[in-house]
């Protein structure tokens, strides 16, 4: 099984909503479709979890806070163990996607996040972002023909088509995507993509910044590895 391009998992959360789950090492990215009138009950998990919607709208609940969410317009934030849920009181199927993972961040942050436009660096190309503590999200409008030159990132990276095909590269590994399936580039990895359509195909990118899970107790307990006697002893002799 590829670690790059991970298989889609089926979770029924209820008769109406059905999500596609994808494990990116300790990373889960989820896409949800909900129907007119379903629900996605209040609830709550020791990860932090992101999303967005991808088409129609919903209506978002964070801890009592409740916003209308318009595609590709807000990501809503809710915190390690902070209630949430969802209705669709639409009449429009809604697709959204959420980012699950244990993150330790002790930053504040405001449940709804704006996004706003801006140019990608390298290529020029169109593209929209927002950026959160732990992450940064990027939609891309990749134009036809268009390159996604190769290259690596310190940051891991998920991300997902979201219309047509885009052919993408990472490591040694490659593959033509579309909407239903997530790329996985691990920090530090190779990676790169085409658009080999007629079409301007938009891209997601979900950032996970570095060290998002490293906590102050993980950072004392590798100092304290530093510190151990043998280690102690071969720093003295490096400075004598
Ligand atoms: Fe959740």
Not at 129 to 135: A, D, K, M, T
Not at 184 to 208: F, K, M, R, W
Request: aromatic share 8%.
């Amino acid at each position: 099984m590829s670690k790059y391009f991970p298989q889609p998992k089926i979770i029924n959360i209820n008769s109406d909503v059905e999500l596609i789950a994808f494990q990116c090492q300790d990373t889960v990215v989820q896409l949800a479709s909900i129907p007119p009138g379903a629900t996605f009950e209040l609830h709550r998990h020791p990860e932090s979890q992101i999303g967005m919607q991808i088409a129609g709208r919903l209506e978002i609940n964070i801890n009592g806070t409740k916003e209308i969410l318009e595609p590709l317009g807000q990501v809503y934030v809710a915190g390690s163990n902070v209630l949430h849920g969802s209705i669709n009181p639409f009449s429009e199927t809604a697709l959204a996607f959420d980012v699950k993972r244990i993150t330790n961040s002790d930053e504040a942050e405001e449940a709804i996040l704006k996004v706003t436009a801006t140019k990608a660096e390298i290529t020029g190309f169109d593209c929209r972002s927002v950026v959160g503590s732990w992450f940064e999200i990027i939609i891309t409008k990749i134009p036809p023909k268009g390159i996604i030159p190769i290259r690596q990132s310190a940051n891991e990276i998920m991300a997902i088509v979201l219309n047509d095909k885009l052919t993408i590269a990472v490591a040694e590994e490659q593959q033509q995507l579309k909407y239903g399936s997530v790329y996985y580039a691990p920090a530090n990895v190779l990676y790169g993509g085409y658009n080999s359509s007629d079409q301007t195909v938009s891209l997601i990118e979900i950032l996970i910044k570095p060290h998002s899970n490293f906590s102050a107790k993980d950072a004392f307990s590798k100092t304290d590895v530093v510190r151990s006697p043998k280690a102690a002893a071969s720093a003295s002799l490096a400075t004598s």
